[in-house]
């Protein structure tokens, strides 16, 4: 890649400096706390499946059988239901969901049930080891059919049998990557509904079965295309960890999964949250799954070309807990987007040091970059105007994660016809400038290098009074997206359990990065 | 006076569309497009563009003339203004002068909607497409609370403030969850006999002042509105009851 904005190293080397200095008070109350929903992911990760009938899923039933037990883990109490009865995983589970007990079982030897738990975790990393391996083997069948940078379009009709018609029709029109919209609400719902929905609102539920079903359809699309079809999904919200686990296991390739974004956007209480995000980035790190970072969030909110200084300084942030939890920076989709007013004179030009400052910053990084939404209006035929701009910086800029603009962005969810539309869009803008980044350097003196040069020197201002406040503290007091999030309020904080010295947790131990 | 749409020549009646049919796309789905536009009621139905989608699904765009007019004369429309738009300054001019106190003004999007967008809009301190928001007003004490607060927080809120507005926004309208939402919001409010306390505004990008006011709202607030248009409504409601 050609540098062309002449930004300082040191001042590069200097923001990654305050990121460690930013985390690392946090990554040490991370490291000394586990979470229900911690908890949870980990069970599925040796087993716990299934709902009762009234759809309360088993792994939620165990943690309300465990309450108050939970700082030495909730597996150690599952593995030993197993161990004493000499039951499968599966009976388990059927046997819980009907209100067997596992507090009923005296616990026994610590080294027997460390076996036997060991065994189980190994058996399903196993399988996210060979999903990983799947995925590895068809980017290498397909090499050279996805388009650069992915083009990514959604679906969200609420029926996941519906998605996967409108699925295969993009796949088919061009898409790389599809993303299932969760119906709203369902990050603050602390489980994860059970079976194939067919009924959402603005999305459709996340569950493992609807993952499955989703990952078959675009299975035989790939097949078809010779081109892979990524899946995305949402490992965010109150159930970020489990949701990972649910990925690794049904081979999903992306996961939105942002450090911050719930304490700000969805107030989910920070200390579960960050607790929730370190698992979560674990697992995915050990499926291959690529991360979404939800950096465009703070524009939808603030003003784009105020606030550029909150984006950067949040991808410097994300990108430290994504190394903490093992990520490599390939997995890292960090985030920003194009939602500078169209009004403004030279609007484009910041768009573009924006995008370029990003990709020179995280050159490895596949940076995922989101269309205008807070501009659109309406007039679609403006709209496609607007998603053209987007799809010129795009490519100018040597983006990794398109995520395609709709026309009808601020009406409806896509129809089927507005993702065709914009897959035409994109493919025509980006073939048709393919190689002109490559072409053109900017003026030294010019309007996008100096926009460039101030936002990074307002990033580092910016992060320096984080450091010194704490980031912790910075988040109560409104720093990030204008929004204040006091630390002890928020949903999910019943769900925070600190440590015990006898905290047994195989899943973590066998990912944990070495 | 009797209208329809205008291409080139007043009356001509010309409109254009975009649709996708189920179909694959060759010539029997073109002759199906234009069938079924002249279905709808055109003439002259012409499909000048069409693309596949995928394997069983193609998209056209058709021209087609219409004799459909409607009475110009006879529209009347509902809004919550009218042509009535107070600035910023003359809004608050008007508070200092008429009322002579702060008017608390309390905004949402209630149910399980997580869209900021509209109600950070309206009250925002930045506003939106160069609006300011209430916030900015200086004679307005403006609470926003956010996205996906439940219809009795926003409810018991506005009591303890003791705010003269309630601001409801709803961005999702997939399958009515709005209607829903909100018809429970008027039902709480009415169950606990604050109902006349509030002005109740409802606002977002498919909502419209006929909605708001079936459903038992003072006003609605669609496209196109801002700021100044719910400061306006709430000031002249203020004013009516001084």
């Known amino acids: ?514 | 006076m009797f209208i329809r749409s205008y291409g080139d020549t007043i009356d001509d009646g010309a409109v254009q569309l975009s649709f996708t049919l189920p179909v694959p796309c060759n010539a029997k789905g073109c002759e199906a497009a234009r069938q079924y536009a002249e279905k709808l009621g055109f003439s002259h139905a012409d499909v000048v563009h069409s693309h596949p989608l995928s394997d069983g699904y193609s998209f056209y765009v058709v021209y087609g003339k219409t004799k459909v007019s409607v009475d110009y004369d006879q529209i009347q429309v509902e809004e919550a203004t009218g042509d009535k738009l107070y600035s910023m300054e003359t809004a608050c001019e008007i508070i200092r002068q008429r009322i002579g106190r702060k008017v608390v003004i309390v905004g949402a999007c209630t149910g399980f909607d997580a869209h900021t967008v509209g109600i950070d809009a309206i009250m925002n301190m930045k506003g939106y497409n160069h609006h300011y928001g209430l916030e900015r007003y200086s004679e307005v004490n403006a609470h926003n609370l956010g996205a996906q607060v439940p219809n009795e927080k926003l409810i018991d809120y506005a009591e303890k403030i003791n705010a003269d507005a309630i601001l409801v926004s709803q961005i999702v309208t997939q399958k009515d969850i709005h209607i829903q939402n909100l018809t429970e919001f008027i039902e709480l409010i009415q169950s606990k006999g604050l109902r006349e306390k509030f002005i109740l505004c409802i606002g977002g990008s498919r909502i419209g002042n006929k909605l708001a006011v079936e459903l038992g709202f003072d006003a609605g607030f669609g496209q196109g509105t801002y700021a100044e248009h719910v400061a306006t409504f709430v000031v002249d409601r203020l004013l009516a009851r001084v």
């Open chain 1, 1 to 514: 890649m050609q540098k062309k904005l002449g930004l300082p190293e040191s001042q590069i080397a200097k923001a990654r400096d305050l990121a460690v200095q930013i985390t690392k008070p946090v990554i040490n109350f991370i490291d000394a706390h586990t979470t229900t929903a911690v908890e949870r992911a980990a069970l599925r990760l040796v087993g716990v499946d299934g709902a009762d009938s009234n759809g309360v899923p088993v792994s939620n039933i165990i943690i309300d059988q465990l309450r108050g037990k939970l700082e030495g883990g909730a597996l150690r109490w599952y593995v030993n239901a197993l161990l004493r009865t000499g039951q499968s995983p599966e009976a388990m589970n059927v046997q819980i969901a009907n209100g067997h007990k596992l507090t009923e079982h005296p616990l026994a030897d610590q080294m027997a049930i460390e076996a036997k738990g060991t065994e189980l975790a190994n058996q399903y990393l196993a399988r996210i080891c060979s999903n990983r391996q799947h995925r590895e083997e068809k980017l290498e069948q397909f090499i050279g059919n996805n388009h650069d940078p992915l083009l990514y379009a959604i679906v969200a009709t609420g029926n996941i049998h519906e998605d996967v018609k409108q699925a295969q029709a993009a796949a088919w029109q061009g898409a790389d990557v599809i993303a299932v919209i969760r119906t709203t609400a369902q990050s603050l719902l602390d489980y994860v509904p059970y079976g194939a929905t067919t009924e959402g609102f603005g999305g459709t539920y996340a569950t493992q079965e609807n993952f499955r079903i989703m990952r078959e359809a675009l299975d035989k699309s790939s097949e078809q295309l010779e081109r892979y079809i990524y899946l995305t999904n949402y490992a965010s919200g109150l159930c970020m960890p489990e949701i990972a686990a649910m990925g690794a296991l049904e081979r999903l390739d992306m996961m939105l999964n942002d450090s911050m974004y719930g304490i700000l956007f969805r107030d989910i209480n920070m200390y579960r949250t960050f607790v929730d995000q370190k698992f979560s980035r674990m697992i995915n790190a050990y499926a291959g799954i690529i991360i979404n970072t939800g950096e465009d969030n703070y524009l939808t909110t603030s003003d784009a070309v105020e606030k550029a200084h909150t984006v950067l300084a949040s991808q410097f942030i994300n990108e430290r807990f994504a190394l903490e939890a093992g990520l490599l920076p390939k997995q890292m989709g960090l985030g920003h987007a194009f939602e500078i007013d169209p009004d403004i004179k030279n609007g484009f030009l910041f768009e573009v040091a924006q995008a370029q400052m990003a990709r020179e910053i995280f050159p490895e990084a596949p940076l995922k970059y989101m269309p205008p939404t807070k501009f659109m209006t309406g007039d679609i035929f403006k709209g496609v105007v607007q998603n053209a701009m987007f799809n010129f910086a795009s490519k100018l800029t040597n983006q990794g994660i398109h995520l395609l603009g709709m026309l009808t962005e601020a009406i409806h969810t896509p129809h089927m016809q507005d993702r065709g539309l914009a897959l035409d869009n994109a493919k025509y803008v980006m073939n048709n400038m393919a190689d002109l980044g490559s072409e053109i350097t900017f003026r030294r003196d010019g309007v996008i290098v100096k926009r460039a040069h101030r936002v990074l020197t307002e990033t580092i201002e910016f992060m320096e009074s984080v450091a010194s406040i704490g980031l912790m503290e910075s988040m109560e007091q409104g720093a990030f997206a204008d929004i204040k999030r006091p630390r002890d309020m928020g949903k999910g904080l019943d769900g925070l359990i600190k440590k015990g010295s006898d905290y047994w947790n195989p899943i973590e131990k066998a990912i944990a990065v070495k």
